[in-house]
């Protein structure tokens, strides 16, 4: 049989070490075989496809070598660094992550990690659901990638950029596309990269929108926003693609221009109705922004088009549990799992639905099935959640225990500290509570849950100059806590007197 049918054959099947193993022997016996370095290019770029329209995570350093400004005094809703507080929930409801951002339904790039303020928050803050270690940043990730690729070559890597003449392979675009593809993608290289998509968009005599999707992402994975912006605007002049309209919105993603993405995906909508893609990315906007209503909106948009889409369905279960209806949220979660969607997430979500649904006996079986299913990164989440559990049944030993085992699986628990200084505090043992109240502060300065609950316990040792101090933190990071307030003029009534 021909070796370059066998190649082809295990390139559809993506079995792309066997396809580049019998493509390598082909080029061999002729290096000019041109099918074969085209088919053996593919295959390196297929291995470790990225796909550049999702919003990358932001890493330590992006979030400290962040050279855009924005408003000190921006308008609410109109900025994803500071978001609107004010979203039809409490936020004592609703879990909150660093940047002040309501946790979503579904782990995605950008919904989990914070913007820490300093370096030390930077390398301890910033953690997703599905790693427990800090998130580094996208440029490393790519050059790991590139670094990784060069190493499974013995003689060196497969091209020799230098060597190249991109005029050359810019005149041919059967060729000069999956090169760019192998450049860009699989060796990290995007300086040449830039070059041969330059390169090649003269040649087309700047009427090819393709190329200049490409020379877009050269940019944007160089900062050059702003150039990526005119890139992108002039490929949508030549031809409407979906994945343009993503990329740009990508693009003022970066720029904190939430407003303007939303009209780009609007405009997208109005050449692709009911496009889910872009329905999905308006109501992630909104979801970033805390508007979780015109987020619901856009979810059910998007249901109403694909009614098998996982993030839709999660981010709704999400929003009917915190909004007190647990009953519904349940439906929802088991709609995942009809669907196969088997993991700890779902059975920790479903066992807090049947719990506050008052199903005691699902709520059980649900949680031992999320431990059996659980690894190391979350299960001192569900650890803690069945924490929660056991001191709504009034059982303070079990709750112990488990906020013991939360922070053995997660000693940077800061939610688990915070609550086992209130247990501490039930036992009258102050030194204790607040010791676990001060460990919960500093792992989490964002959360008011320790700041109030120091503030009583120092008030109640007379300690009226700390325990003001830690309510008026309380209040920055929650102003809308009635409690708080109370207890602030009560302070303020004391100091006066003194």
Same mark, same amino acid.
């Given at each position: 049989?021909?070796?370059?049918?066998?190649?082809?054959?295990?390139?559809?099947?993506?079995?792309?070490?066997?396809?580049?193993?019998?493509?390598?022997?082909?080029?061999?016996?002729?290096?000019?075989?041109?099918? /074969?370095? &085209?088919?053996?290019?593919?295959?390196?770029? %297929?291995?470790?496809?990225?796909?550049? #329209?999702?919003?990358?995570?932001?890493?330590?350093?992006? @979030?400290?070598?962040?050279?855009?400004? !924005?408003?000190?005094?921006?308008?609410?809703?109109?900025?994803?660094?500071?978001?609107?507080? *004010?979203?039809?929930?409490?936020?004592?409801?609703?879990?909150?992550?660093?940047?002040?951002?309501?946790?979503?339904?579904?782990?995605?790039?950008?919904?989990?990690?914070?913007?820490?303020?300093?370096?030390?928050?930077?390398?301890?803050?910033?953690?997703?659901?599905?790693?427990?270690?800090?998130?580094?940043?996208?440029? $490393?990730?790519? #050059?790991?990638?590139?670094?990784?690729?060069?190493?499974?070559?013995?003689?060196?890597?497969?091209?020799?950029?230098?060597?190249?003449?991109?005029?050359?392979?810019?005149?041919?675009?059967? &060729?000069?596309?999956?090169?760019?593809?192998?450049?860009?993608?699989?060796?990290? =290289?995007?300086?040449?990269?830039?070059?041969?998509?330059?390169?090649?968009?003269?040649?087309?005599?700047?009427?090819?929108?393709?190329?200049?999707?490409?020379?877009?992402?050269?940019?944007?994975?160089?900062?050059?926003?702003?150039?990526?912006?005119?890139?992108?605007?002039?490929? &949508?002049?030549?031809?409407? !693609? #979906?994945?343009?309209?993503?990329?740009?919105?990508?693009?003022?993603?970066?720029?904190?221009?939430?407003?303007?993405? !939303?009209?780009?995906?609007?405009?997208?909508?109005?050449?692709?109705?009911?496009?889910?893609?872009?329905?999905?990315?308006?109501?992630?906007?909104?979801?970033?922004?805390?508007?979780?209503?015109?987020?619901?909106?856009?979810?059910?948009? #998007?249901? %109403?088009?694909?009614?098998?889409?996982?993030?839709? !369905? *999660?981010?709704?279960?999400?929003?009917?549990?915190?909004?007190?209806?647990?009953?519904?949220?349940?439906?929802?979660?088991?709609?995942?799992?009809?669907?196969?969607?088997?993991? /700890? %997430?779902?059975?920790?979500?479903?066992?807090?639905?049947?719990?506050?649904?008052?199903?005691?006996?699902?709520?059980?079986?649900?949680?031992?099935?999320?431990? *059996?299913?659980?690894?190391?990164?979350? @299960?001192?989440?569900?650890?803690?959640?069945?924490?929660?559990?056991?001191?709504?049944? $009034?059982?303070?030993?079990?709750?112990?225990?488990?906020?013991?085992?939360?922070?053995?699986?997660?000693?940077?628990?800061?939610?688990?500290?915070?609550?086992?200084?209130?247990?501490?505090?039930?036992?009258?043992?102050?030194?204790?509570?607040?010791?676990?109240?001060?460990?919960?502060?500093?792992?989490?300065? $964002?959360?008011?849950?320790?700041?109030?609950?120091?503030?009583?316990?120092? =008030?109640?040792?007379? =300690?009226?100059?700390?325990?003001?101090?830690?309510?008026?933190? *309380?209040?920055?990071?929650?102003?809308?806590?009635?409690?708080?307030?109370?207890?602030?003029?009560?302070?303020?009534?004391?100091?006066?007197?003194?």
């Amino acid at each position: 049989m021909d070796p370059m049918f066998i190649a082809m054959s295990y390139f559809r099947r993506r079995k792309f070490d066997g396809c580049i193993e019998i493509c390598t022997k082909i080029l061999l016996k002729n290096p000019y075989d041109q099918g /074969a370095w &085209l088919l053996k290019t593919r295959a390196y770029t %297929e291995q470790v496809y990225v796909d550049e #329209v999702e919003v990358d995570e932001e890493g330590i350093a992006e @979030m400290l070598m962040d050279d855009t400004s !924005i408003a000190q005094v921006a308008r609410p809703g109109t900025s994803l660094k500071k978001p609107a507080t *004010s979203s039809g929930q409490a936020q004592a409801m609703r879990p909150m992550s660093n940047a002040g951002r309501p946790l979503s339904g579904f782990v995605r790039p950008g919904t989990q990690g914070g913007r820490p303020g300093t370096m030390e928050q930077a390398i301890k803050a910033p953690r997703t659901a599905s790693t427990a270690r800090p998130v580094t940043s996208a440029s $490393g990730r790519f #050059v790991r990638l590139g670094t990784a690729s060069m190493l499974s070559q013995p003689d060196g890597p497969f091209i020799n950029l230098s060597k190249i003449n991109f005029s050359k392979y810019a005149q041919r675009p059967n &060729l000069s596309k999956a090169l760019f593809e192998y450049i860009f993608l699989h060796e990290n =290289d995007v300086r040449n990269a830039l070059q041969l998509a330059a390169e090649a968009t003269a040649a087309a005599d700047f009427k090819d929108w393709w190329w200049k999707v490409q020379l877009a992402k050269c940019y944007y994975r160089l900062g050059l926003y702003r150039d990526a912006e005119k890139q992108l605007k002039s490929a &949508l002049r030549d031809e409407d !693609i #979906v994945d343009t309209y993503l990329y740009l919105c990508k693009v003022y993603v970066k720029l904190d221009q939430p407003l303007t993405a !939303i009209e780009v995906y609007t405009k997208g909508l109005e050449k692709f109705p009911k496009e889910t893609t872009l329905l999905t990315g308006i109501a992630r906007i909104y979801e970033m922004l805390n508007d979780m209503t015109n987020a619901v909106k856009y979810y059910k948009q #998007v249901l %109403e088009s694909d009614n098998t889409h996982v993030e839709a !369905i *999660s981010c709704i279960a999400t929003n009917h549990f915190y909004s007190d209806q647990p009953e519904v949220a349940l439906k929802f979660f088991r709609r995942l799992l009809q669907m196969g969607v088997y993991n /700890a %997430e779902i059975y920790n979500n479903l066992g807090l639905c049947c719990f506050y649904a008052q199903q005691y006996d699902m709520s059980l079986n649900c949680f031992t099935r999320a431990l *059996s299913l659980a690894s190391d990164d979350n @299960m001192a989440d569900i650890w803690y959640n069945i924490s929660h559990v056991a001191i709504d049944i $009034g059982d303070t030993k079990l709750a112990y225990q488990c906020l013991r085992l939360t922070l053995a699986a997660d000693n940077d628990h800061a939610e688990a500290y915070n609550n086992l200084g209130v247990l501490e505090l039930r036992k009258t043992s102050l030194d204790g509570a607040r010791s676990y109240f001060q460990q919960s502060m500093k792992l989490a300065p $964002g959360m008011y849950e320790p700041h109030y609950n120091l503030a009583h316990i120092s =008030d109640k040792v007379g =300690d009226i100059q700390t325990s003001y101090n830690s309510i008026k933190k *309380s209040l920055e990071n929650f102003p809308d806590h009635a409690e708080g307030k109370t207890l602030l003029k009560d302070l303020q009534a004391k100091l006066a007197a003194i």
